[in-house]
């Protein structure tokens, strides 16, 4: 499987856990403080440690090599969105804590920075789908896709553990069962 064919695999994840992370932002009155303690551990373990990384530490620099220019284009803009993305994660993890503290208010700051999160990663997803990574298997050669797809496997186990990525799944099952079904 090319890089950009897994890639795009983990973005159907990560566009799942948005759309339960919509449901429960739908209504903050009956928020169940566990799954969104989990899907916040979700983002930041496997959409930025793990899915960012790969891209970050792999795959934008094997396609600078390759000659596409890191300032300027697709990759400094992917490059921003991650950092909003972070952003928007470091406020809705602050205000959960506030929240778990009985800050009734921090509720209105969650659902505000989910939503803006939403929105940008969805996009951001839609761009690296489309631009991105069409960009990446016209440059890359065969053996440069060999090198990332062991990368990304080795990156993965240092980023997250081995067996997270399982876990993972089933978090995402279990939840999609709750809020989607």
Not at 11 to 25: A, D
Not at 46 to 62: M, T
Not at 159 to 181: A, F, P, Q, S, V
Request: net charge negative.
């Amino acid at each position: 499987m090319k890089p950009t064919e897994q890639m795009k695999e983990e973005h159907e994840g990560i566009k799942l856990m948005l759309r339960v992370l919509e449901k429960i932002l739908s209504n903050t009155e009956k928020i169940n403080q566990e799954h969104l303690a989990k899907i916040l551990e979700f983002l930041k373990g496997f959409v930025d440690k793990c899915h960012h990384g790969k891209e970050e530490d792999l795959l934008f620099p094997a396609m600078v090599k390759a000659g596409v220019p890191k300032e300027g284009g697709p990759i400094a803009v992917m490059l921003v969105e991650h950092e909003q993305g972070r952003g928007y994660i470091r406020n809705m993890s602050e205000a959960f804590d506030r929240l778990r503290k009985g800050d009734g208010k921090a509720l209105g700051k969650i659902a505000e920075n989910g939503e803006d999160y939403i929105a940008r990663l969805a996009q951001h997803i839609e761009k690296e789908n489309n631009i991105l990574f069409a960009m990446a298997d016209k440059v890359l050669s065969t053996s440069t896709q060999d090198e990332l797809e062991e990368g990304f496997e080795k990156l993965e186990v240092e980023r997250i553990g081995l067996g997270k990525h399982e876990e993972y799944h089933k978090l995402l099952h279990r939840l999609k069962e709750t809020y989607l079904d």
